[in-house]
T-cell receptor, first 112, second 113 residues
Framework: AQSVAQPEDQVNVAEGNPLTVKCTYS??????LFWYVQYPNRGLQFLLK??????LVKGSYGFEAEFNKSQTSFHLKKPSALVSDSALYFC??????????FGSGTKLNVKP | ETGVTQSPTHLIKTRGQQVTLRCSSQ?????VSWYQQALGQGPQFIFQ???????GRGNFPPRFSGLQFPNYSSELNVNALELDDSALYLC????????????FGPGTRLTVT
């Protein structure tokens, strides 16, 4: 069955430290992978995507993600976290049948 | 903010009623997707419309139906409302089907009593 897993409900990190938000997926065929962020009282915003090519993808606000086919993972990373990065992050995958699957979300807390 | 708008913002309906939610896609986008987001969960894919045709459907019953109009705006219709239909309904548009990222509207909060 197709699915996306975000194993951590919450990630806590100090400002200035690197952050990682984990995502693994299960989908038929080559996946299209996405990260979205949801700030309080605001809609989902696109951060970055992986379609093909370089396994390291760079996106908005200094975020990047690494596609690992063997581990079926697409972890979101940032070298130096900001307090303003605190939000809810969703990983998503599109399968070959043009269906989209979102993870349950990871709340990122960046403490000053 | 994206150029995707949704109406109404909030809606309260009674079990068994029918509801229509509306979405205007971002200018130049021909693809619209609808999602249901229950409290504390990720969005669940309902279906996608591309150039007025359904282009993919999630695991939702037939009482969830949709339309896309020639201007690429869209409607989500839900018949025979159930209490579990209470959720935030999100519309997202994209430049085209396929690998393009989606731009989400603010959502319609539906409460079924």
């Amino acid at each position: 069955a197709q699915s996306v897993a975000q194993p951590e409900d919450q990630v806590n990190v100090a400002e200035g430290n690197p952050l990682t938000v984990k995502c693994t997926y299960s989908v038929s065929g080559n996946p299209y992978l996405f990260w979205y962020v949801q700030y309080p009282n605001r809609g989902l915003q696109f951060l970055l995507k992986y379609i093909t090519g370089d396994n390291l993808v760079k996106g908005s606000y200094g975020f990047e993600a690494e596609f690992n086919k063997s581990q079926t993972s697409f972890h979101l990373k940032k070298p130096s976290a900001l307090v303003s990065d605190s939000a809810l992050y969703f990983c998503a995958v599109r399968d070959i049948g043009n269906k989209f699957y979102f993870g349950s979300g990871t709340k990122l807390n960046v403490k000053p | 903010e994206t150029g995707v708008t949704q109406s109404p913002t909030h809606l309260i309906k009674t079990r068994g009623q029918q509801v229509t939610l509306r979405c205007s896609s971002q200018s130049g986008h021909n693809t619209v997707s609808w999602y249901q987001q229950a409290l504390g969960q990720g969005p669940q894919f309902i279906f996608q419309y591309y150039r007025e045709e359904e282009n993919g459907r999630g695991n939702f019953p037939p009482r969830f139906s949709g339309l896309q109009f020639p201007n690429y705006s869209s409607e989500l219709n839900v018949n025979a409302l159930e209490l579990d239909d209470s959720a935030l309904y999100l519309c997202a548009s994209s430049l085209d089907r396929g690998s393009y990222e989606q731009y989400f509207g603010p959502g319609t909060r539906l409460t079924v009593t």
